[in-house]
């Protein structure tokens, strides 16, 4: 006889199904065993949404980690812009930016931070307190590369129009 409270109607089912752990148990094996194509529909059901929830799990740890990068180069910015900082680049994608060590002692200071870099680098300086500014700037990696490699971007030292000319009899590749 059910009840009409909702909590007593739900409590007599609680303690139903407590006193018939087994029989419940039987019959849903017995059910899972008529039923083959219902039972794979609700498991494909159950995969979607582990792997929906694994996404929107994944995009959340991603929109984090971008805010702590963009709070982090905001503190390197001279003028609080976050962009490349090569007088000829206006690369502002956060995930192209990266902390260009002006003094070329990238690996000392890592070393000093103990840690590879990526966002436990940044961590670590946000945890200092944002510090030796003057000898940070914000640059794009492409911009990062060409001054490891040559000194200088090639953006400050191109002339020519014809890039390619330009680059095959200046620079030694
Ligand atoms: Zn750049
Ligand atoms: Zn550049």
Known sequence: MPYKDIEK?????????????IQIALSNKEWRKRNPEKVRKYQQTAR????????????????KINAEKYEMFSH?????SVRCMC??????????LQLHHIYNDGGAHRKLLRCN????????????GYPHKENLQIMC???NGAIQHYGKCIHE???????????????DW
Request: proline share 3%; aromatic share 10%.
């Open 141 to 143: 990696g492409n911009c």
């Open 48 to 63: 979607q949404k582990l792997k929906m929830n694994k996404e929107r799990r994944e995009q959340d740890i991603r929109n």
């Open 157 to 171: 030292t191109e002339k020519s129009n014809d890039k390619y000319t330009y680059a095959i009899t200046e620079w």
């Open 87 to 96: 007088p000829g680049c206006s690369e502002n994608n956060l995930a192209f």
């Open 76 to 80: 390197y910015s001279p003028d609080g």
């Open 9 to 21: 109607n739900r409590e007599a089912k609680r303690k139903y199904q407590r006193q018939h752990r």
């Open 117 to 128: 870099g990526g966002i436990a680098f940044y961590r670590k300086l946000r945890s200092q």
